[in-house]
């Protein structure tokens, strides 16, 4: 482990200088153990998996005629939010989309600085992540262009909250769900697994993180309504919530009147409710 998140404290290195503005984020005081209680009395009741699309970033900062970067820098407020949000109502799975396979695409300059914030959240969230139980993965991350000292701080930061079960959060960074199945066919064939024998359960076994349950919400900030190549084969059943509010302004109200939306729906994954049987 390096030791910049040894101990679960990460110590800042000579030249890796933060802001004041940059180092504004912190998180909220703990929700109390009844709140939580509550919330986990009725599991039925809250999604086991809660995906984000955090969308929004460049039109919040152009709105106020910033670069497109502090838009990104304004997001990290918002992820904190979230997580700490989605750990109080019970969330047992939060999943945020934060770079994908296409934003490659982006200018380079833009990319530069998302790589040099990811690592600093990450090495400045570390301990709390940990303190709060929470388990830590990303999906993705295979990029030979990822800078070599974000990837150790990424592989410290899963080793260090590897044995945490208070929620599991994952972080899409370097991510394509069309990617990911194309790995996991390529895993089958390898394995020599005959055609006959693919199924859905041992498809999705060779996908990363096989254990990670099917999405059961969807939240997609700013109004967009695209899936984006997230997550493909883990969204299939999910239901979806388009929130009008940019991701560096969806705070934990927001979050928690999406879970609300998902509580109001009836999921039938292709059939009818059992008092429904028969009606047209």
């Not at 969230?125 to 990424?154: K, M, N, T, Y």
């Amino acid at each position: 482990m390096s030791p910049s998140l040894r101990d679960g404290v990460p110590r800042p290195r000579r030249g890796a200088g933060v802001t004041a503005e940059q180092s504004t984020t912190t998180w909220p005081a703990s929700r109390p153990a009844a709140a939580k209680s509550t919330a986990r009395s009725e599991p039925r009741e809250v999604p086991r998996h809660v995906a984000c699309v955090m969308d929004g970033n460049g039109r919040w900062a152009a709105q106020r005629s910033l670069p497109r970067t502090s838009g990104h820098r304004a997001a990290e407020t918002t992820v904190i939010d979230v997580i700490e949000a989605a750990r109080a109502a019970g969330v047992g799975w939060l999943s945020l989309f934060a770079f994908s396979t296409e934003n490659w695409r982006r200018p380079d300059a833009e990319i530069e600085f998302l790589m040099h914030l990811v690592r600093r959240v990450v090495r400045k969230h570390a301990p709390l992540l940990h303190a709060r139980g929470i388990r830590c993965r990303f999906l993705g991350v295979s990029d030979p262009r990822i800078p070599p000292g974000l990837a150790r701080d990424i592989a410290d930061l899963m080793t260090l909250t590897g044995r945490n079960r208070q929620m599991t959060l994952t972080v899409a960074f370097d991510h394509g769900g069309r990617r990911d199945i194309v790995e996991a066919a390529r895993s089958l064939i390898r394995s020599g697994v005959s055609p006959e024998a693919v199924t859905e359960e041992s498809f999705a076994a060779h996908l990363p993180f096989p254990d990670t349950p099917d999405v059961d919400l969807v939240i997609r900030t700013s109004g967009e309504q695209r899936i984006s190549n997230f997550m493909l084969w883990q969204v299939a059943y999910a239901e979806w919530v388009f929130p009008p509010a940019l991701w560096p302004d969806f705070r934990a109200p927001d979050f928690l009147e999406c879970l609300h939306a998902y509580r109001q729906r009836e999921r039938r994954f292709g059939g009818v409710l059992p008092n429904q049987n028969g009606e047209t």
